[in-house]
């Protein structure tokens, strides 16, 4: 199966970017996802990017992936203390039923 | 607005107790997952279903089964809780294929097992 994998921490100052990487092994994955999960809930879809892209943005949310490389990366500019989460990547396949592979999440702290 | 519940968001159990966590969709989405969530592990597939009565397993089902008799409701059920089943369980729901319409959560049970 897929293997995803994320750093598990991040500290970034408020107003400065943080970035965000995950890289993938199988590069046959369709759609490539990030989730934010704030304390005590659920995930929620921030953004996502077809596998044939190079590039989304979204506000203030970039979405980089380079499929030669196996990498997709979140940059998120001006950093707020609500940013302070963890961050998921995930991948969808066509052929698996739509199954998704998570990676480890990256918790992001914020520091005013 | 895709809704996804589960039952209870707190729980707490004794060793060798039978635990039932259940989960609802009001989309109509054919697939349903189970994950449990730890530090550092990132989230773990238990199991998920893309029917009625049908049923797949995940990463690690071991300790764990799934019942899905009506589309819109999910159960994953411990048959004898052990202290290693303490965790965060996420249910997750999403249409059959791939698509933009992505996977929606419920909040989260946690289970701690006693």
Known sequence: GEDVEQSLFLS??????????CTYTDSSSTYLYWYKQEP??????L???FSNMDMKQDQRLTVLLNKKDKHLSLRIADTQTGDSAIYFCAS????SGNQFYFGTGTSLTVIP | DVKVTQSSRYLVKRTGEKVFLECVQDMDHENMFWYRQDPGLGLRLIYFSYDVKMKEKGDIPEGYSVSREKKERFSLI?????????????????????????????????????
């Open chain 1, 92 to 95: 969808s396949f066509v052929c």
């Open chain 1, 12 to 21: 970034v100052r408020e107003g400065d970017s943080s970035v965000i990487n």
């Open chain 2, 78 to 114: 411990l048959e004898s809780a052990s202290t290693n089943q303490t965790s965060m369980y996420l249910c997750a729901s999403s249409l059959l294929a791939p698509s933009t319409d992505t996977q929606y959560f419920g909040p989260g049970t946690r289970l701690t097992v006693l």
């Open chain 1, 40 to 45: 005590g809930a659920g995930l929620q879809l």
């Open chain 1, 47 to 49: 953004t996502y990017i």
